[in-house]
């Protein structure tokens, strides 16, 4: 696809859909606070960013999200790499495992609350508990991807273990893990969000709870949109990071791994 | 089998000498373990000399891959052992080159990174290994390509590289499967060329897994069959024809009738795939 023509289409498309929008609003009367216009919402979004009020929200939010995103993915990476490692370990971890891979983990997030307060602490570990699954079942996964004749290889030259950990079994393991970072990085900003829906002062989550409160839905549909652009770019970021490191991957297999490695369990 | 061959192979397999690099006596080896077990290689014992070129044919599936496994130390023997220098074969050696079936190439290393990957595991001096990898990329007509990454490079290429990748560390034993399969008829024969001189030149004790009966002529000093499951030792002939051995050997009649021998023993053996 792709192409100047194309790429008209789709705009026009939008603003079409958005247009319908707009005038089955306006025909059927449907009251602002069950479903706002288009132009009640860019209205909505024009007056919030006039008053200055999203900035300190959304940084919060985002601060949340990133150290929830750094802590969640280095103790994935470590625990995984122990896992993937040692037999062992992964015997006597298994149970605890599979229980925590089953459970909603933002089920937690009440409790969280109770145990870490209003502020940063308990939105991070949020943050933190939902992205820490994908990272680390994709990183078992990719370290114990590596083909047998790869391994011999390595075997065949007399490479110790941590040779074959840093020349083959990590750089082998990278598709999967960039597969678990991308699901981590929204896993985050989703942790981060239901963490303020349950008990913050500050936040995007928060400003949705207490807009919805006063029956606010323009300014609701306005954070939604601030949001799904904050994960558009954190996503983007990661795609970046991934093109840079994974630079054997055509585009087309490094797909091909996304999708078939995509095994993240719920959130 | 002439009785000629019968005695030669009779005094190299009864009286191990001392300068028998690789000795491997009464060797099985059985995939998995209980009834279930598939047996793989079944009482093999033969040697091979300092400096020897040994080439192994035999059916598909008769346990030339696993023999060489157990020589590199990458699988151990269910019974009998491989002496490798008067010792058993535990593990893997530093002066054994192995070239697999398969190329195995790692994607995220370019050409040059790849045939420097022994180099890497071992430590060597970067600068010199960096140059000797440069003449073997060009020995092998891969110059222009040296900074390419694998997934361009077509099947024979990334052949070639597994191939010299097995020299880089300038190895006193190689150890090859079937390593030309892979390429056309005409970088086949000049590979065989190359093979001969690097041998001639370096002295490499080798043992050579191939398919085909006359490039196993060609090289060999030794042409030993193996029969199908379980991998037996059959018939072995010695090779003599005069070295260097030049392309044009292959249509001699000594030549022929080496090929033609090895051939009807495959044969009885179970045939060829
Ligand atoms: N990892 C394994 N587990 C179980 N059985 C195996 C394994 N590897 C090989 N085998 C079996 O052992 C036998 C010998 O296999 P091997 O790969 O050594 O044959 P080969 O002579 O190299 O064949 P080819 O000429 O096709 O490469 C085959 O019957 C095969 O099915
Ligand atoms: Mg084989």
């Known amino acids: ?267 | 089998m002439s009785e000629m061959n019968r005695a030669a192979q009779a005094a190299r397999m009864d009286s191990p000498s001392s300068t028998d690099v690789i000795a491997v006596d009464r060797l099985s080896l059985t995939y998995g373990g209980g009834a279930s077990g598939v047996l793989a290689l079944s009482d093999i014992s033969f040697s091979i000399a300092d400096g020897e070129f040994i080439s192994i044919v035999g059916p598909s599936g008769c346990g030339k891959s696993t023999l060489l496994k157990i020589l590199a130390g990458l699988l151990p023997p269910s019974e009998g052992q491989a002496k490798l220098n008067g010792t058993p074969i535990r593990g893997a050696r530093r002066d054994i080159g192995v070239v697999f079936q398969t190329p195995v190439l790692f994607p995220w290393r370019t050409v040059l990174g790849n045939v420097l990957l022994p180099a890497d595991v071992q430590g060597l001096d970067k600068e010199k290994m960096r140059k000797r990898a440069m003449d073997l990329v060009r020995l092998v007509g891969l110059e222009g390509f040296e900074n390419r990454y694998p997934r361009e490079l077509s099947g024979g290429m990334q052949q070639r590289v597994g191939i010299i990748r097995a020299l880089i560390h300038d190895p006193a034993i190689l150890l090859m499967d079937e390593p030309f399969g892979a390429l056309d008829a005409m970088t086949r024969e000049t590979m065989n060329v190359e093979l001969q001189r690097i041998w001639m030149e370096s002295g490499k004790t080798v043992l050579f897994i191939t398919h085909s009966t006359s490039e196993a002529v060609y090289l060999a000093d030794r042409v030993i069959v193996m029969t199908a499951r379980p991998g037996k030792i059959g018939d072995v002939f010695k090779v003599d024809l005069p070295r260097p051995r030049p392309l044009d050997i292959m249509n001699t009649e000594a030549f022929g009738a080496y090929v033609k021998r090895i051939r009807v023993a495959l044969n009885a053996d179970g045939g060829l795939d």
């Open chain 1, 1 to 267: 696809m792709g192409g100047a023509k194309n790429f008209m289409l789709r705009l026009l498309l939008i603003a079409a859909v958005l247009a319908v929008w707009e005038v089955l609003v306006k025909i059927t009367g449907v009251p602002e606070y069950i479903l706002p216009a288009p132009s009640r919402i860019f209205y909505a979004m024009y007056n919030g960013i006039k008053s200055n009020v999203y900035p300190q929200h959304f940084f919060v939010t985002l601060t949340e999200t990133l150290l929830g995103f750094l802590v969640g993915t280095i103790l994935a990476f470590m625990l995984g790499t122990v896992v993937a490692l040692s037999r062992r370990v992964e015997y006597f971890l298994y149970p605890f495992i599979v229980m925590f891979q089953a459970m909603p983990k933002v089920a937690l997030a009440p409790l969280i609350i109770v145990w870490f307060g209003l502020g940063l602490t308990s939105k991070v570990i949020n943050a933190a508990l939902v992205a820490f699954f994908p990272l680390m079942v994709n990183t078992i996964v990719g370290l114990r991807s590596a083909e047998e004749d790869r391994i011999n290889l390595m075997r065949s030259l007399a490479a110790s273990r941590t040779q074959i950990f840093f020349m083959l079994q990590l750089p082998n393991a990278l598709p999967y893990i960039f597969a678990g970072l991308e699901i981590a990085m929204i896993f985050a900003l989703i942790g981060a969000i239901v963490a303020e829906f349950v008990g913050a002062e500050r936040g995007l989550g928060m400003l949705i709870q207490s807009m919805n409160f006063n029956m606010d839905v323009a300014g609701q549909f306005s954070i939604l949109l601030i949001l799904s652009l904050l994960g558009l770019v954190l996503n983007g970021i990661v795609n970046l990071a991934r093109r840079h490191l994974l630079f054997w991957e055509t585009a087309n297999t490094g797909e091909e791994t996304a999708n078939t490695s995509k095994k993240g369990g719920s959130v």
